[in-house]
């Protein structure tokens, strides 16, 4: 544990550091911030079906515009951040506890173990992933609740080869060897060291992901797969693609936010990756 938290204070250390890291967090910060105070933010009610129908940027005090049904653009990308956060971050913790936990257990216990479960991780990267998703929505409905489960059902096998990797490693270290000296359970020793002194690469990895299931998300409701009952970007492009030569607005703006949010979960992720990965920290060191 004592090795975990210098790892965390050197990570703190070095985080102050990334210009790349910095400007995520920031922008994250931004859109939790818009996400918390929408209410506020928003000039109307986002399901509210006004009489302005297709009225163009800053027409009748529409800041955005409106589209086929009278809602306004602006409150509806605001309350699209909610939904497009809540796929990213529910998506990314299923993918991530699971390719920790499978991971963890194929590399630190090794033998048949580690033989099974690295052959089911190679079967699900190779099928095609997206394809999957739209078989499994197809069965089982699109609700956002099923979009987000899915995204963090088929994500896992990146996490789980960073975590198996890791383990690996850590199971030769002096302080995995020195806790089996002492008697601790193989469970206790994975929970205890293992997890915890490997799990910053599979942190970076699936911040990255993130961006990932916003497209995801965005692609499913573009093909007309997404939760009709919520306001998403994705959905919004959808609805807006009939109307491209004459409301471009529509489906452009919420082009542009799904754009600069998986713009601002990479950086946030390549960021972490320089603070966590120790090669990269050893180079600017020198």
């Excluded at 995520?24 to 986002?46: E, K, N, Q």
């Excluded at 960021?271 to 060191?285: E, F, M, S, W």
């Amino acid at each position: 544990m004592s090795v975990f938290l210098a790892k965390a204070r050197h990570g703190i250390a070095s985080a102050l550091k990334d210009t790349q890291l910095r400007i995520g967090v920031i922008a994250i910060l931004v859109l939790i911030l818009v996400m918390i105070f929408r209410p506020v933010l928003m000039t109307v009610d986002p399901y509210y079906y006004g009489p302005d129908i297709l009225a163009a940027p800053g027409e009748n005090g529409h800041i955005l515009g409106t589209n086929k049904l009278g809602q306004d653009i602006y409150s509806m990308l605001i309350e699209g951040i909610m939904v497009s956060l809540q796929v990213a971050v529910i998506s990314a913790m299923i993918s991530g506890i699971l390719g920790v936990l499978i991971g963890g257990i194929s590399g630190y216990f090794g033998g048949k173990v580690d033989t099974v479960v690295s052959e089911i991780i190679n079967i699900f990267m190779m099928l095609p992933t997206f394809f999957l998703i739209l078989l499994i929505i197809a069965l089982f409905g699109n609700s956002i609740l099923n979009v987000m489960v899915v995204i963090g059902l088929t994500t896992w096998p990146s996490n789980a080869k960073l975590m198996r990797a890791q383990a690996l490693s850590l199971r030769e270290r002096t302080f995995v060897k020195s806790a089996i000296a002492m008697g601790e359970t193989k469970i206790q020793i994975l929970l205890k060291y293992i997890i915890p002194n490997g799990i910053f690469p599979v942190v970076a990895n699936t911040t990255m992901g993130m961006a990932w299931a916003i497209l995801t998300e965005a692609s499913l409701s573009f093909l007309g797969l997404g939760d009709p009952n919520v306001i998403s970007w994705g959905q919004m492009i959808y609805d807006g693609k009939a109307y491209l030569t004459s409301a471009w607005w529509i489906s452009t703006f919420a082009g542009l936010a799904i754009v600069l949010t998986v713009i601002i979960f990479y950086f946030l992720g390549d960021g972490l990756n320089h603070v966590l990965n120790p090669k990269y920290v050893a180079g600017r060191n020198k």
